[in-house]
C-alpha cells in the first residue's frame, strides 16, 4: 500500500503542508482532515474586506485550480477527536480512523471568548468565515458597537466598523494596546488611529461584565461605566486548538512543543501554523507564531524533515500586517522589552513612518505605517543578517 | 504611449509606478526594461513596492511572485496573472504602451 500522510487541520497552515507535500514529490496518499465545512479559505480579510462587504466568498478561497491536481483527500466537516501514537492513526468524530505514516498536525487556535457570555445574543467572536457571517449580519442593523480588546483584529474590526458608519468604542484592559508586539511607544502611536478615524478608545478599563437578558445591551466597565451596545465583539486572543491530543502523548505546552523544523517529540508527527509551538533559537524557548506568513512558510520545512531531509532550517523573520482605517501597518523581526525604537523615515504625526527597532546598535525589528517599498527593502535586510542556525 | 522617465532615472534593480487607466508597474532589471500592472491580483498592494529578484517582482504584502516577463503568478497566494505591457525605448526616454502585451509574453 501506498504510504499516507494525514493532515489535520484544513486551513492555510493544512493546506501549505499538503502542497508542500506534493512540492517534494511526495507520491502516496495526502488526507487532509477539517472540521470546518468550508474548503480551506483566508482568514484575514475577515476582519477586513470580507466583513466590510468587499469581499466575495470567492476571494478569500485559498485553493486554486493548481490544487486539485495534487490528488488531495478531502474529510471536511470531520472533526479529529485523537491520535494514536502507536499505530499513528488519527481518529474521527465519526468513528473513524485514518493510519498514517505520517501527521502534519495543524489545527490552528480559536478566538478566546469572555465566560458567561455564552447564549447572550449580539456578542461575537471573530475567527471563522462562520463567525464573519453572523457579525457582518449584526453589524448591518446596529447603530453601537463596543470592541473588548484593542489588539489587532479588535483594532481592525473597529476600523471597519466605522466604514459602515457605526458609533464605535473600544475597550483596552492594558493602559497601552499593542504594547506586546510593538512596544509602548509604537503602540500608543498606533492606537492614535482610533481617535483619528472617530472612534472611543478607552484603555487601562477591565470589563465586568455584559448586561442584557436574551440579548446584550451594555458592557459594563470595572469603574462601573456602562457602555450601551448593540453589538459586542470579543477580541482578546486565541488558544490552541490541542485538547483533542490530550491523550495522545504528543507533548503540549502553549502549543504543541516542536524543534526549530517542527517535529513534536513523537516521529512521524510534526506541527505547523498557529497551533505549533516551536522552539526559537534566538529566544531560547518554544514560542508559538501567529502570523499568516509563518503558517504559509513553515509547513515546507516540517514536511521535508517528515519525508527525511536533514538540511539547515531555513531563516525566518517573523513578519504580520494589519490594516486599520486605510493604514498599512507592517511588522518584520523579533522584538524585546528593551530594544530601542528609532524612526528612519517618515514621522509618527504624519501617519507615514518607518520605525527600526535597536539592540545595542544592531537593526532586530522593523515597523511601518504606509511604507511598504521601504518596508520590503528592511525586512529583506534583516532576513539576510539572520544568522543561519545550524 | 505613455512616458515613464528618463532611462537614467530608473537605474537596474529599481521600480517606478505610471498612472493610466490601470496603474503599470515599471522594472528595470539589469538594463531591460518590463511593466506589468501595478496592483496585485491578490489584494490591494502596489507591485512598484515590491521586491526585485531576477526576473521576478515579491509583492510587499503577502510575498506573491509574479514572472515579468509573463505576468505568470510564480509563487502564491495571488492566484491570476498580471497583464505585461510593452515597454519602449526611445531617445534616452522609457514608455510604456498599455495594454499591448510585452513581445515574448504568452
Ligand atoms: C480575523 C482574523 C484576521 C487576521 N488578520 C491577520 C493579518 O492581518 N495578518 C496576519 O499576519 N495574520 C492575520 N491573522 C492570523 C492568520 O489568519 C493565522 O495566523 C492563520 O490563519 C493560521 O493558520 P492555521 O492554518 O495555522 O490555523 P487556522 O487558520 O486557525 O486553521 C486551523 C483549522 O483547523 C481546524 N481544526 C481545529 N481543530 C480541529 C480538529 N480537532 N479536527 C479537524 N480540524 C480542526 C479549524 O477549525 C481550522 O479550520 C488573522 C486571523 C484572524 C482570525
Ligand atoms: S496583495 Fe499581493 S500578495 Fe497579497
Redesign the pocket.
Known amino acids: 500500500m501506498s504510504p499516507t500522510v494525514a493532515v489535520?487541520?484544513?486551513?492555510?497552515?493544512?493546506l501549505s503542508a499538503a502542497r508542500a507535500l506534493r512540492d517534494q514529490s511526495f507520491d502516496g496518499r495526502v488526507v487532509v482532515?477539517?472540521?470546518?465545512a468550508h474548503a480551506p479559505y483566508?482568514?484575514?480579510p475577515?476582519?477586513?474586506e470580507f466583513l466590510a462587504g468587499k469581499a466575495s466568498l470567492d476571494d478569500v478561497t485559498l485553493g486554486t485550480p493548481d490544487d486539485e491536481e495534487l490528488g488531495l483527500e478531502w474529510r471536511l466537516g470531520?472533526?479529529?477527536?485523537g491520535l494514536d501514537r502507536v499505530s499513528r492513526s488519527v481518529l474521527l468524530s465519526d468513528g473513524s480512523e485514518v493510519r498514517a505514516d505520517g501527521v502534519v498536525l495543524?489545527?490552528?487556535?480559536?478566538?478566546r471568548r469572555l465566560p458567561g457570555t455564552e447564549g447572550l445574543a449580539g456578542v461575537h467572536v471573530?475567527?471563522?468565515l462562520d463567525d464573519?457571517v453572523a457579525l457582518r449580519e449584526d453589524l448591518a442593523s446596529a447603530r453601537r458597537l463596543v470592541v473588548i480588546g484593542a489588539g489587532?483584529?479588535g483594532a481592525?474590526v473597529a476600523s471597519t466598523a466605522r466604514t459602515l458608519g457605526l458609533e464605535v468604542t473600544v475597550v483596552e484592559a492594558m493602559p497601552v494596546p499593542l504594547a506586546g508586539p510593538l512596544g509602548t511607544e509604537m503602540g500608543a502611536v498606533c492606537a492614535e488611529l482610533h481617535a483619528d478615524h472617530g472612534t472611543r478608545l478607552l484603555t487601562g478599563t477591565g470589563v465586568a461584565g455584559l448586561v442584557g437578558t436574551g440579548r446584550v445591551e451594555a458592557v459594563e466597565l470595572t469603574d462601573g461605566t456602562r457602555l450601551p451596545a448593540d453589538v459586542v465583539v470579543v477580541g482578546i486572543g486565541?488558544i490552541p486548538?490541542i485538547e483533542?491530543l490530550a491523550d495522545s502523548g504528543v507533548a503540549l505546552g502553549n502549543g504543541v512543543l516542536t524543534d526549530a523544523r517542527g517535529v513534536t517529540n513523537i516521529p512521524g508527527v510534526v506541527a505547523?501554523?498557529?497551533?505549533a509551538a516551536a522552539w526559537s533559537v534566538s529566544a531560547e524557548r518554544h514560542v508559538r507564531i501567529?502570523?499568516?506568513?509563518?503558517?504559509l512558510e513553515q509547513p515546507a520545512t516540517a514536511v521535508a524533515t517528515l519525508l527525511g531531509a536533514e538540511g539547515a532550517v531555513p531563516t525566518s523573520v517573523p513578519?504580520?500586517?494589519?490594516?486599520q482605517y486605510g493604514a498599512r501597518i507592517q511588522f518584520a523581526g523579533s522584538r524585546r522589552e528593551d530594544d530601542v525604537a528609532r524612526v528612519v523615515e517618515g514621522s509618527c504625526a504624519d501617519r507615514s513612518f518607518l520605525v527600526v527597532y535597536e539592540r545595542e546598535g544592531t537593526p532586530v525589528a522593523v515597523l511601518g505605517m504606509n511604507q511598504p517599498r521601504l518596508f520590503t527593502r528592511w525586512r529583506r535586510q534583516l532576513r539576510s543578517a539572520v544568522p543561519t542556525p545550524s | 504611449m505613455i512616458p515613464v522617465c528618463p532611462t537614467t532615472e530608473l537605474p537596474p534593480g529599481e521600480a517606478t509606478r505610471v498612472e493610466a487607466d490601470e496603474p503599470i508597474a515599471v522594472f528595470n532589471v539589469d538594463g531591460d526594461f518590463y511593466a506589468i500592472d501595478d496592483t496585485c491580483t491578490h489584494q490591494d498592494a502596489s507591485l512598484a513596492d515590491g521586491w526585485l529578484d531576477g526576473c521576478s517582482v515579491e509583492c510587499p504584502l503577502h510575498a506573491s511572485c509574479f514572472d515579468l516577463r509573463t505576468g505568470k503568478v510564480s509563487g502564491p497566494p495571488a492566484k491570476t496573472p498580471v497583464r505585461t505591457h510593452r515597454v519602449v525605448v526611445q531617445d534616452g526616454m522609457v514608455y510604456v504602451q498599455p495594454g499591448i502585451t510585452a513581445d515574448g509574453a504568452a
Open positions: 489535520v487541520g484544513a486551513s492555510l497552515a493544512g482532515i477539517g472540521d470546518e483566508d482568514r484575514p475577515l476582519s477586513k470531520t472533526t479529529a477527536v495543524a489545527t490552528g487556535a480559536r478566538a471573530l475567527r471563522s464573519a489587532f483584529i481592525e486565541a486548538n483533542w505547523v501554523g498557529d497551533c501567529e502570523h499568516w506568513t509563518h503558517a513578519y504580520f500586517w494589519s490594516d
